[in-house]
């Protein structure tokens, strides 16, 4: 099962931040948070990831709460293509592959 | 760079026959890929670890001999879907790692069973 929940979906007009929330409640301390985005028919796109520390990146900021149960994806001025299922996931820290356990995501829509 | 490509990027075939689905890293080598299936509407469930040169590790109820995974090469992976019939078809995703290890996904195959 994932380890995170996130919201079904959410509205944002277009030029606004969207603020995407994830709870890993259960998170360990050598997990990290990666974040992921497919738009429609596409493979899931890579965004950012974080341990502890914020992070910020040309796409996006990810703040993570001081006790790292919950995280929140900024996408600080969005667009019509930013309109797509985000993902939220959980994975061990260290050297190794690990595989990813998708949840449901959250489903953004931006509005015109 | 780490680019993650699949061929094709959708098939249509008749009930009963095999399908194979190639996925590659391209500016990158991969010992370890991942395959996804993804039904409409939902998210992606995770099929099976392809492992260079070894075995792949298939997830609970992911049936081996009907998903057939090889990892010839340290840059490709194919699965065949064996005797597909109509509720097989499905988005199908592969993955490979990079980069320390962040993930990056190929841009899906779309399978149409008749």
């Known amino acids: 099962d994932a380890k995170t929940t996130q919201p079904t979906s959410m509205d944002c007009a277009e030029g606004r931040a969207a603020n995407l929330p994830c709870n890993h409640s259960t998170i360990s301390g050598n997990e990290y948070v990666y974040w992921y985005r497919q738009i429609h028919s596409q493979g899931p796109q890579y965004i950012i990831h974080?341990?502890?520390n914020n992070e910020t990146n040309e796409m996006a900021s990810l703040i993570i709460t001081e006790d790292r149960k919950s995280s929140t994806l900024i996408l600080p001025h969005a667009t019509l293509r930013d309109t797509a299922v985000y993902y939220c996931?959980?994975?061990?820290?260290?050297?190794?592959?690990?595989?990813?356990?998708f949840g449901t995501g959250t489903r953004l829509k931006v509005l015109a | 760079g780490a680019v993650v490509s699949q061929h094709p990027s959708w098939v249509i075939c008749k009930s009963g026959t095999s399908v194979k689905i190639e996925c590659r890293s391209l500016?990158?080598?991969?010992?370890?890929m991942f395959w996804y299936r993804q039904f409409p509407k939902q998210s992606l469930m995770l099929m099976a670890t392809?492992?260079?040169?070894?075995?792949?590790?298939?997830e609970q109820g992911v049936e081996k001999d009907k998903f057939l995974i090889n990892h010839a090469s340290l840059t490709l992976s194919t699965l065949t879907v064996t005797s597909a019939h109509p509720e097989d078809s499905s988005f199908y995703i592969c993955?490979?790692?990079?980069?320390?290890?962040?993930?990056?996904f190929g841009p899906g195959t779309r399978l149409t069973v008749l």
């Open positions: 993955s490979a790692p990079a980069r320390g290890d962040t993930q990056y």
């Open positions: 392809s492992n260079e040169g070894s075995k792949a590790t298939y």
């Open positions: 500016d990158f080598q991969a010992t370890t």
């Open positions: 996931i959980v994975r061990p820290g260290g050297s190794g592959t690990y595989k990813y356990i």
């Open positions: 974080g341990l502890k």
